[in-house]
């Protein structure tokens, strides 16, 4: 079974750009988060989407959103680029259905490098 | 809020020693999950071992086992018989259990991740 694709793998933005990432999820899983790591802040979550809705928000700016399809792949967009956007961004899936402890673990992608010149 | 501390920045061991990571974590919840991730350096995180809050058993796969002690809220990752490639940034990461409707939704909360060398 494929893992959690992420692309591109790297992008190189100027300020004030914006950015689309997108994420496809392991087959079958229809939980898909988004995190943010830095090297100051650590990693962030952005926010979590489950059947096309959003269902939590981490304490980023209305810079940040994402969306999800009705096949589960999910894309983040940032606008109005900042220095401080430059990260790498990671979108993680979660099965649904079975029992227990498998809807609670997530499966990360490699992540997708932004640079922000 | 949920937080989750790693007090050790780095961290070192000879191979086939043993190392033990440290974790605190705070949360108001009863019913949660915790996990060990490891991120080597070609950024993907990797699952390493969970741990359900409910259960008193410590979790164990292969090399790598926890102490889980909740009254504590510590949650410690040991590493056995250490090998080259074990060499990575290790986060523990807490996150609550999917709600009655069985939607698995919540986020993972992350330490500050702690860096494991391993010398031969």
């Known amino acids: 079974k494929a893992g959690v694709t992420q692309t591109p793998r790297y992008l190189i933005k100027t300020r004030g750009q914006q950015v689309t990432l997108s994420c496809s999820p392991i087959?079958?899983?229809?939980?898909v988060s988004w995190y943010q790591q830095t090297p100051g802040q650590g990693l962030q979550f952005l926010f979590e989407y489950f059947s096309e809705t959003q269902r939590n928000k981490g304490n980023f700016p209305g810079r940040f959103s994402g969306r999800q399809f009705s096949n589960s792949r999910s894309e983040m967009n940032v606008s109005t680029l900042e220095l401080g956007d430059s990260a790498l961004y990671l979108c993680?899936?979660?099965?649904?259905?079975?029992?227990?402890?498998?809807?609670?673990?997530?499966?990360f992608g490699a992540g997708t490098r932004l640079s922000v010149l | 809020a949920q937080t989750v501390t790693q007090s050790q920045p780095e961290m070192s061991v000879q191979e086939a020693e043993t190392v033990t990571l440290s974790c605190t974590y705070d949360t108001s919840e009863s019913d949660y999950y915790l996990f060990w991730y490891k991120q080597p350096p070609s950024r993907q995180m990797i699952l390493v071992i969970r741990?359900?809050?409910?259960?008193?058993q410590n979790a164990t796969e292969n090399r790598f086992s926890v102490n889980f002690q909740k009254a504590a809220k510590s949650f410690s990752l040991k590493i056995s018989d250490s090998q080259l490639g074990d060499a990575a940034m290790y986060f523990c990461a807490y996150r609550r259990s999917a709600n009655a409707g069985g939607t698995s939704y919540g986020k993972l909360t992350f330490g500050q991740g702690t860096i494991l060398t391993v010398h031969p």
């Open positions: 087959s079958g899983h229809r939980s």
């Open positions: 741990q359900e809050a409910y259960k008193q």
């Open positions: 993680a899936s979660s099965p649904t259905g079975g029992g227990g402890a498998a809807k609670n673990i997530q499966y």
